[in-house]
């Protein structure tokens, strides 16, 4: 039986593919196994971002298994160190990570696709959120995509489960771009390669604020960063990479980050 997650390195990429035909649906074993890759991926230093996509033609994901639900395995179940897809809830992820959503993206595959950072969509890939004529709630759809994009548009979604195909969800703003489906991965490694060779500890730095600072007022946040009290703030402004890059600008040269 193949695996029904495949990892693949390009320096410091790493490309994560769920590959369960038909619909790359994720089961508990198989979020568990995300979980484990991405949570590997979080904690190697020679890796500094991450693509999730999915395998075939059709669908990127179709989220959570059914089948596998019919069969007795409970929503509530524990899918792993980062929760459902491996990564909603993984901790500590100061990383970027990047959605190549190469087709249908409906249920848990939004919610997976809505905790990457970047989402670059195939001209064919379509998205939903269906759970409404399940009887159940988009759980954490219903937290993060009226943070995406407009209130209106997000409650359209969650209350109609409708589908939004790949332009409209450019012109909301959920994607960042829209690629030739045959050219969707090598695009996004394209971007995720200029990402890489970026400076890793500005971006946990970005990463961490983010997260942390989500519920802080404007001002408790800002002075957070500025009396160093996140972790990753912290090790950036006393690294040789914050030096490099001041002297990379008054050399004229480009920097050579170290992540150190």
């Not at 198989?30 to 500094?48: H, K, N, Q, V, W």
């Not at 929503?75 to 993984?90: A, H, K, N, P």
């Not at 109609?160 to 012109?171: L, Y």
């Not at 946990?204 to 002075?223: H, M, P, T, Y």
Request: charged share 25%; proline share 5%; aromatic share 6%.
């Amino acid at each position: 039986m193949s695996m029904p997650v495949r990892t693949k390195q390009h320096g410091h990429l790493l490309v994560v593919t769920l590959d369960r035909p038909k619909a790359n649906a994720i089961d508990v074993e198989t979020s568990r196994l995300m979980g484990t890759i991405f949570a590997e991926f979080r904690d190697d230093p020679s890796l500094r971002v991450a693509i999730i996509t999915g395998a075939g033609n059709k669908f990127f994901s179709a989220g959570w298994d059914l089948k596998a639900a019919a069969e007795g395995e409970a929503v509530d179940s524990d899918y792993g160190i980062g929760g459902f897809g491996g990564l909603q809830e993984l901790p500590n992820l100061n990383k970027p990570v990047l959605a190549a959503v190469n087709g249908i993206c409906c249920g848990g595959g939004f919610e997976l696709a809505l905790s990457a950072d970047i989402i670059v969509a195939s001209e064919q890939a379509t998205f939903a959120l269906p759970e409404i004529n399940s009887g159940t709630i988009a759980d954490a759809a219903t937290l993060k995509l009226p943070r995406r994009i407009p209130y209106h548009v997000a409650m359209d979604l969650l209350l109609t489960g409708r589908w939004m195909d790949a332009a409209e969800a450019k012109r909301w703003g959920l994607v960042n771009e829209i690629s030739p489906h045959d050219k969707l991965l090598e695009r996004t490694i394209k971007l995720a390669e200029r990402i890489a060779a970026g400076p890793p500890l500005v971006y946990a730095a970005i990463k961490e604020v983010l997260r942390e600072s989500e519920n802080l007022k404007f001002q408790d946040g800002l002075n957070k960063i500025t009396g160093r009290k996140y972790a990753s703030v912290d090790k950036l402004y006393s690294s040789d990479d914050q030096l490099e890059g001041a002297r990379a600008f008054l050399e004229k040269r480009s920097p050579v980050w170290r992540g150190r």
